[in-house]
């Protein structure tokens, strides 16, 4: 199965902007639909974004809708999620991870396997 890494995290202001990186190796990395999720201290695993296969189909949270887009480079075997216009409220783990079907149902628990996580930290 895949294995992925993220990075790119940091320490950004409220109103800045971050690029974040999920690294895949293992198996073919198009054969997956991958997605981005996200866990501030002390809540649950939230959905972010999720692409298909090829890239041709994106879906957002509403909190990030606007200010997040995700894209792939299946060549590369990378996902990506550029953030902008980050707020305080953006600040968690930021996790990537895969799975094979694409689908309306974004809970965490259908997804697998996960990246090891990335911080993000937005300053007001």
């Known amino acids: 199965q895949v294995q992925l890494v993220e990075s790119g995290g940091g320490l950004v202001q409220a109103g800045g902007s971050l690029r974040l990186s999920c690294a895949a190796s293992?198996?073919?990395?198009?054969?997956?639909?991958m997605g981005w999720f996200r866990q501030a201290p002390g809540k649950e695993r939230e959905f972010v974004a999720a692409i298909s296969w090829t890239g041709t189909n994106t879906v957002y949270a509403d909190s990030v809708e606007g200010r997040f887009t995700i894209s792939r480079d299946n060549a590369k075997n990378t996902m990506y999620l550029q953030m902008n216009s980050l707020k305080p409220e953006d600040t968690a783990v930021f996790y990537c991870?895969?799975?094979?079907?694409?689908?309306?149902?974004?809970?965490?628990?259908?997804?697998?396997?996960w990246g090891q996580g990335t911080q993000v930290t937005v300053s007001s």
């Open positions: 991870a895969a799975r094979t079907y694409y689908s309306g149902n974004y809970y965490p628990e259908t997804w697998g396997p």
């Open positions: 293992g198996r073919t990395f198009s054969s997956y639909v």
